[in-house]
């Protein structure tokens, strides 16, 4: 039998090691950029990272029915978070694209499901929160 991982908490490094072994996912980061061309500028996407590793999660789903006579009801909340390094850089207006399961699985069979930050992502010591909705005009 092997020994328990313990892990203190303090030790960030191993914290931080844990939590990125649980990441599955892959991260494109990609922000509007203005581009002159011929006199005119153009805000046009460019990809400002690739391949960072991340974990895609649905938090908080809930889901409310409601049926009488007069009114009908149905309502689900709740939302997704994408964990990324301390380090990745997620801004108020990039397009956050998730390969889903692109660790484990090869690329270019990952899913690529794609995304927009809400708010200013959370940072920890370990990693970054990031709460995203889904990016609706891709």
């Known amino acids: 039998m092997g020994e328990a991982l313990l892990v203190d908490f303090g030790d960030v490094e191993a914290e931080r090691g844990v939590l990125e072994s ?3 996912d892959l991260l494109e980061i990609w922000r509007p950029v203005d581009v002159k ?3 005119v500028t153009q805000s046009v996407l460019s990809e400002v990272a690739r391949d960072v590793p991340c974990a895609l999660s649905q938090v908080g789903w809930s889901y409310t029915s409601r049926s009488e006579q007069t009114e009908s009801f149905n309502r689900m909340e709740g ?3 994408v964990f990324v390094p301390p380090e990745a850089d997620v ?3 990039d397009t ?3 390969l889903r399961l692109a ?3 090869e690329r270019e069979a990952a899913a690529r ?3 927009e930050p809400v708010g200013r992502p959370i940072v920890y010591r370990t990693h970054k ?3 995203v909705k889904v990016r609706e005009n891709v």
């Open 37 to 39: 061309e011929g006199g």
């Open 22 to 24: 649980t990441y599955e």
């Open 129 to 131: 929160q990031v709460t």
């Open 79 to 81: 939302g997704e978070m």
């Open 91 to 93: 801004r108020p207006g």
């Open 96 to 98: 956050l694209v998730v």
């Open 113 to 115: 499901l794609v995304y």
């Open 103 to 105: 660790r484990v699985l």
